[in-house]
């Protein structure tokens, strides 16, 4: 009995295995396969800048929204930890450092990431259950160079636009916060952003948000590509896109922190 619960669980995991190495193995042909087709993908400039108002202007509104609360509370949590301890000068040191760093490009990726790497998913998964990539097959297109492409450099074109404007409202909200409700003044603030204040800060962040735009296009392109199943295929699709890109997010987050920040910028 012992040797057949065993002999089952060895099973269960050796397929387990097996599906990811798989999964493995089909996404790194989809990323040669894209990355091999972006040249020629230079060519659908209508598409591009479709991508570019679907990513960037119509994401705003969700991007102003959190930001500004963002900013709000980590200038208010900043104040209750300081004080009595630290001067409420650095108040703004502390926010400055930490939207352009961190908050900023991580937030604003993961808000977009999940807007917008579910719909990139569902678009093209949808297309692939309903045979309309077969037919831009049928129709000499290649479907990556069509549909993946496109969504691929308006991401890493838009992010960090959006990103900079994420920064800048959660600066303003922290401002906000500050003087309405923490009672520093609006010049002891903006001494305190001043401080420690260093352009690789501004740079690390917006290298960061170029690669969190190509992940959440990738994870959308490739989970919508692969989708299979119909209606319940698409809704797995997308969970499965979003999901990716948001783990995919915080685990670059690391190794670029390392990278930028220990070997372009050391300190």
């Not at 709000?72 to 409420?88: D, E, K, M, R």
């Not at 760093?101 to 990431?113: D, F, M, N, R, Y």
């Not at 906000?176 to 740079?203: E, L, N, Q, W």
Request: glycine share 10%; with cysteine.
């Amino acid at each position: 009995m012992r040797g057949g619960i065993a002999v089952r669980a060895f099973d269960t995991v050796g397929d387990k295995l097996t599906d990811w190495v798989a999964s493995c193995g089909m996404f790194g042909l989809f990323l040669a396969r894209l990355i091999r087709e972006i040249p020629p993908g230079l060519r659908y400039r209508r598409l591009f800048f479709d991508q570019c108002k679907f990513i960037g202007n119509d994401s705003m509104p969700l991007v102003i929204l959190t930001s500004l609360f963002v900013g709000g509370v980590a200038s208010l949590q900043s104040a209750y930890q300081f004080q009595g301890s630290v001067p409420l000068l650095y108040v703004g040191t502390v926010l400055a450092k930490s939207v352009f760093i961190e908050l900023g490009p991580v937030l604003t990726a993961l808000i977009v990431g999940a807007r917008v790497g579910s719909s990139i998913a569902a678009e093209i998964g949808t297309m692939r259950v309903t045979e309309q990539i077969d037919a831009l097959d049928t129709l000499a297109i290649r479907p990556i160079r069509f549909l993946a492409v496109p969504r691929l450099l308006a991401a890493i074109v838009m992010l960090p636009v959006i990103t900079v404007f994420a920064e800048a409202i959660a600066l303003i909200g922290g401002l906000a916060v500050a003087v309405t409700r923490v009672g520093i003044s609006m010049a002891t603030f903006t001494r305190g952003m001043r401080i420690m204040f260093t352009p690789h800060d501004v740079y690390g962040g917006l290298i960061k948000s170029v690669v969190f735009g190509a992940v959440i296009a990738i994870s959308g392109c490739y989970f919508g590509y692969t989708t299979s199943g119909g209606a319940e295929g698409v809704g797995s699709a997308t969970t499965k896109a979003v999901v990716a890109s948001s783990v995919m997010i915080l685990v670059m987050d690391y190794f670029l922190a390392e990278v930028i920040f220990r070997i372009l910028f050391p300190t």
